[in-house]
């Protein structure tokens, strides 16, 4: 079985100020080609350490994969770090040139002159065509093994996915060496990587014999499970159908879905399936929730629209907050959480109002409330709550993406238990 490896460029990545949703795509589209992922790594942006991480890589897996820092800023220095890790010069590709100097004359605007460091490939790399951006991936042919190289934004790394990588590996690593193997995913949202161990412990002992593979796989909030086994196809189906039974008892409703489930998606799925609509009221988080929530196909039929209500006047005024309520208690407080949350609700004429307001930081907390603070309202037709989160010692930006995914699993568990 082929091996895998994947290294994620980036230093927003390393601070949390960015959630890194390109590395657990291409996680899924390497176990559905059947490959072996035997590593994934985040590494800042310098040359050295780049170039180290690809040259452990190489000595490990056939197919490495790198995301990020193909841009044409003096911090974009992967092609720099790959060509030094390889020994392959940089060379200037015209043709790469002239497309960029094209796009930027579609959308009526000056080439800055920075971007012709986009057109500088290793020698003898493959050019990966991007058609919504300027920065091409690359393909090298190293040895025995490939690497890939796209760009970080994920709108563009997953189209050129896709549309050249996969089937370029697909060709060179044919799926003929995989042995029949099926896999599952379980996504898990509440609870971290620790107890879910603890919960599936005398499960995982007592499946040991089967030749059954499990992989647990943290992310933002969320635990992810990969089951494989390998075999007659009708055989591995059932055995992974009687082991999903099992592990969906287990995690009960920690379990938020399974295979391309997100948590947006499961929580609108309930709501539509209920006939319930949702509004959003925001201050710490910006936005954010009602992103996530309209980032699903079809979320118009229960997204009814959100607030983001960041200075204490938007509050007041929009959402009908009383004075005595910010005075009393502070606008980061369960007290103005819940009345932002019934102030969405009925601004916008949902059935559901969930709100966020917190210290995201890096600034501005307290001994009381320090930084990662954030209270969450909930305004249901059966009344109001709110509750607490302490997320300590993250970035702003991972602060935001914690407490929108909270603020959405919160509403999604009233929906399962009513």
């Known amino acids: 079985m082929y091996k895998a490896e994947i290294i994620a460029i980036g230093d927003e990545l390393l601070s949390g100020d960015v959630e890194n949703t390109t590395t657990p795509f291409i996680i899924e589209e390497i176990r559905s080609l059947g490959y072996n992922l035997i590593r994934t790594t985040t590494v800042g942006d310098e040359t050295g350490r780049i170039a180290r991480a690809v040259q452990g890589a190489l000595g490990a897996a056939e197919i490495v994969v790198l995301t990020g820092g193909l841009g044409p800023t003096p911090d974009d220095v992967t092609r720099e770090a790959l060509s030094k890790a390889i020994d392959r010069p940089l060379e200037f590709r015209p043709e790469l040139w002239q497309e960029i100097q094209r796009l930027f004359e579609q959308r009526g605007k000056s080439t800055p002159p920075a971007n012709i460091n986009q057109a500088y490939l290793p020698y003898h790399a493959q050019a990966v065509p991007n058609s919504v951006g300027t920065a091409c991936g690359i393909i090298v042919e190293h040895h025995e093994a490939a690497i890939i190289v796209l760009p970080g934004p994920p709108h563009e790394l997953r189209r050129m996915w896709l549309d050249s990588v996969r089937p370029y590996l697909e060709r060179r690593y044919p799926a003929s060496s995989l042995d029949g193997q099926q896999s599952r995913v379980f996504k898990v949202y509440g609870i971290g990587e620790s107890e879910v161990m603890e919960r599936l412990r005398h499960f995982l002992d007592a499946t040991r014999e089967t030749g059954v593979g499990f992989g647990f ?9 990969v089951i494989k086994a390998a075999g007659a196809e009708h055989e591995t189906e059932a055995l992974l159908d009687h082991l999903s039974v099992s592990l969906k008892n287990l995690l009960g409703t920690d ?9 947006p998606a499961r929580t609108g799925a309930l709501l539509k399936e209920r006939r319930h609509t949702v509004a ?36 007041e005024k929009l959402l009908c907050i009383s004075k005595e309520t910010v005075d009393k208690f502070g606008v980061v407080s369960e007290q103005t959480a819940m009345a932002m949350a019934i102030g969405a609700r009925s601004a916008l004429e949902a059935d559901f109002g969930i709100a966020t307001t917190g210290i995201a930081g890096p600034a501005g907390g307290t001994p009381e409330l320090p930084v ?10 059966d009344g109001q709550s709110a509750s607490k989160i302490l997320l300590p010692r993250m970035g702003r930006g991972l602060i935001k993406i914690m407490a929108s995914k909270k603020a959405i699993d919160l509403l999604r568990r009233y929906l399962i238990e009513h």
């Open 217 to 225: 796989y943290p992310r933002a909030g969320e635990v992810h499970i």
């Open 255 to 263: 379990l938020y879905g399974t295979g391309e489930d997100t948590l």
């Open 372 to 381: 990662g603070t954030v209270f969450l309202g909930l305004a249901t037709p």
């Open 280 to 315: 959003t009221a925001e201050s710490c988080t910006g936005g954010l929730v009602a992103h996530y929530l309209t980032g699903v196909p079809g979320s118009s039929e229960y997204f009814r629209g959100g607030i983001i209500a960041y200075h204490s006047d938007i509050k």
